[in-house]
């Protein structure tokens, strides 16, 4: 009997010292999860978690507006402006007229370009009509004030002479650069570079075009390319590019 009881309280010490083991256990973790917590951020705070996929935030594709209608674009001395189906999209279409033509909107798009992303993309299709030119740099243009004639500012970007948009050619997406300029050059990049008018010093460009990008008035397109008013051009899916920061 004695010795049953003994045995018995070997075992009670054995099962207690297990129990007490456990409960360090326990505690340990708790205290692991705790910390494990604390230290723990988001997706977006630990963005070197997950390896960045650039995107491109569609703006405009015309598919939802009516065709013939010209929807926010105001045209002046165009030929035809309108939104039209080609090749089972919807485009914005711009026809050259007689005189110096602009198509330009002042209504759909932000004020603040700089903010929407890294860089504006769209896709171009130019047909030159005879005896104008066959290639195009124009891109597109932003401007201050109510319209583009009347602007105090405009700051066009123009294609580089290896990325020119070739007449009769299927549309051409670019891509132009929206960010600040810094130093003593407005941005740029593969596709073309900005310019702003009135250009004066290069230190007061770069302020002009600063304010200018970030609080635009509006957007256009330049559709002069020749003498004969025949030029004709689509453009379509402009989104804003979403860049990934380069990390070291
Ligand atoms: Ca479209
Ligand atoms: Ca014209």
Redesign the pocket.
């Known amino acids: 009997m004695k010795s049953w009881l003994f045995l018995n309280l070997e075992n009670m010490n054995i099962l207690k010292t297990h129990q007490i083991k456990v409960l360090q256990y326990i505690k340990l973790f708790t205290l692991f999860s705790i910390l494990a917590f604390s230290f723990s951020c988001n997706d977006k705070e630990c963005d070197y978690d997950e390896p960045c996929i650039e995107t491109c935030n569609l703006f405009e ?3 939802n507006k009516t065709i013939g209608t010209s929807g926010n674009w105001i045209g002046i001395a165009t030929g035809t402006l309108q939104i039209q189906t080609r090749n089972g ?3 914005l279409y711009v026809q050259d007229g007689s005189g110096s033509t602009i198509a330009y909107n002042g209504i759909d798009f932000p004020r603040d370009l700089n903010a929407q992303g890294c860089a504006l993309r769209l896709d171009i299709e130019y047909a030159s009509g005879s005896s104008n030119s066959n290639t195009t740099d124009n891109g597109i243009g932003i401007y201050s004030d109510t319209d583009p004639l009347s602007a105090s500012f405009r700051a066009f970007f123009i294609l580089n002479s290896s990325n020119l948009i070739t007449s009769g050619n299927p549309p051409t997406t670019i891509e132009v650069p929206l960010e600040l300029a810094s130093g003593t050059t407005l941005p740029s990049n593969s596709f073309g570079t900005w310019v702003i008018s009135p250009s004066t010093t290069p230190a007061t460009d770069v302020a002009n075009f600063n304010a200018l990008i970030q609080n635009a008035q509006g957007v256009y397109f330049s559709i002069d390319e020749g003498g004969n008013p025949s030029e004709q051009w689509r453009f ?2 402009f989104c804003f590019k979403q860049c990934c920061s380069i990390q070291f």
Do not use: L, T
């Open positions: 594709d015309f598919e999209s919807q485009v379509d899916n």
